[in-house]
């Protein structure tokens, strides 16, 4: 382990009050990606309401129904990454969360400065002896941008997760060489089916997942979409060079529809997350009700935890599963059959975006108890 001079002296810039690295990581990817033959890449926001209108249409083939073949997809992408190390390490393991944010978002979902920090679920990790990387996902933030439709789709997004996460365990981040005794996966949203898809595919990544604002339910991926009110990044306020076919939605009540439970939130907050919000392209749209195989091959525990109100994954009601399961996010137990243990948690008036909740300390609780239950 660095000791904390070590440290200090090492890294590069320090933020205010924590140990932090802001570092850019390359990672070679080859693929499988999708070939959606049948899509024109929108060009303008008619064309991205069309986009809409096509793939959310009833008794239409829905988001994955362009699909005319698979195209291989290769090269190097640089993923730009923050990783922070605790003050002290509760037994001195070093376990390290890998932190995959959803769209709308990018890695500061994770650790969102509003009200000096307040909602940080980076600084609640740290606080209780975890290390923590977050990143932008491929294409989006400051990570390499691609072509919205055939390049920035899911599999490429995995790959790039798996390749992150060996390098970390193998102590190849920029100036960090120290391997991880264990590695848990922490993802929010399109973020968790990628942890999921990762963990399915290659079981032996992670020590420990735990999925927020998810469920194996893809029924309501089309209320998304609606309610999102998409338009074209480039025509609107974000400052990086986003090429057509990178959505963004229109107005904060677009993300208050699917982020934000009323009476449960700081309305500033939800002006903030407008305003620095990411887009989605294309290709992540059509990809991601496919993204995850319905049964995953990890062994090691697994959380879901989805707010109660939440639109993508419960329709705003994860309760109404008509007797099915306790709840949308409890019904997803079956892909697990090989997990040693599994959770549902479903914290109370939350909508999507748990972390920008009132109830944002006591789902980092919640998931904080799974972990150390878990040897974790
Ligand atoms: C690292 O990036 C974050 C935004 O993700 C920024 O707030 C912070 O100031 C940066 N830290 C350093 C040390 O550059
Ligand atoms: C990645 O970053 C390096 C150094 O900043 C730069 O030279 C390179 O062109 C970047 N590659 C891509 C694919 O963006
Ligand atoms: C770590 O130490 C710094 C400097 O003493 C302090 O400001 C910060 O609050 C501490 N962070 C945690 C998570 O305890
Ligand atoms: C899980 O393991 C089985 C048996 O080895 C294999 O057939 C299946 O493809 C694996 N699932 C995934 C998602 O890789
Ligand atoms: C966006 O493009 C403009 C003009 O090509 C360039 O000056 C600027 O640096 C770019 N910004 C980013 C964040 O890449
Ligand atoms: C998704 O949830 C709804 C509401 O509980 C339920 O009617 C539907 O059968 C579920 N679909 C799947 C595939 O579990
Ligand atoms: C801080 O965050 C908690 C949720 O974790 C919230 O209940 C509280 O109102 C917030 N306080 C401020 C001052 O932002």
Not at 230 to 255: E, H, I, W
Request: charged residues 10%.
């Amino acid at each position: 382990m660095f000791t904390k001079t070590a440290l200090w002296a090492l890294l590069a810039g320090v933020s205010s009050a924590k140990l932090c690295q802001n570092f850019t990581v390359p990672v070679s990817i080859a693929t499988i990606n999708a070939d959606f033959g049948g899509v024109q890449t929108p060009q303008t926001n008619l064309d991205a309401t069309a986009f809409v209108l096509a793939a959310t249409r009833q008794g239409g083939s829905g988001t994955a129904g362009a699909v005319t073949g698979t195209k291989a997809v290769s090269g190097t992408y640089n993923i730009s990454a923050q990783y922070c190390t605790p003050n002290k390490t509760a037994d001195n393991s070093y376990i390290l969360q890998i932190l995959t944010h959803g769209i709308g978002a990018d890695k500061t979902y994770w650790d969102v400065s509003y009200n000096n920090y307040n909602y940080s679920y980076v600084d609640y990790a740290l606080s209780h002896g975890y290390h923590t990387l977050s990143y932008d996902r491929v294409g989006i933030g400051a990570s390499s941008h691609g072509d919205p439709k055939n390049e920035i789709q899911a599999n490429l997004e995995i790959e790039s997760l798996a390749a992150l996460t060996k390098k970390a365990r193998n102590g190849e981040l920029p100036g960090i060489h120290d391997k991880p005794h264990k590695v848990i996966h922490v993802g929010h949203s399109f973020g968790s089916v990628q942890t999921y898809a990762v963990t399915a595919k290659y079981p032996g990544l992670s020590d420990g997942i735990v999925l927020t604002g998810f469920s194996m339910n893809s029924t309501f991926l089309p209320w998304f979409l609606i309610g999102s009110g998409f338009q074209q990044a480039r025509s609107g306020k974000n400052p990086q060079n986003y090429t057509a076919g990178y959505l963004s939605p229109a107005t904060p009540s677009n993300v208050e529809y699917n982020f934000f439970y009323p009476g449960s939130f700081d309305p500033k907050l939800l002006a903030l997350t407008f305003q620095t919000s990411q887009p989605v392209t294309i290709g992540e749209l059509l990809t991601i009700g496919s993204a995850a195989p319905l049964q995953s091959n990890f062994t090691g525990p697994v959380l879901v935890i989805t707010g109660e109100n939440d639109i993508p994954f419960c329709g705003g009601d994860c309760f109404a599963t008509g007797g099915a399961a306790t709840s949308i996010p409890a019904a997803s137990k079956i892909a697990f059959s090989a997990a040693k243990a599994f959770s549902a948690i479903v914290p109370p008036k939350t909508g999507h975006g748990l972390n920008w909740h009132y109830t944002a300390a006591s789902t980092y609780k919640q998931i904080t108890n799974f972990l150390g239950q878990h040897g974790l």
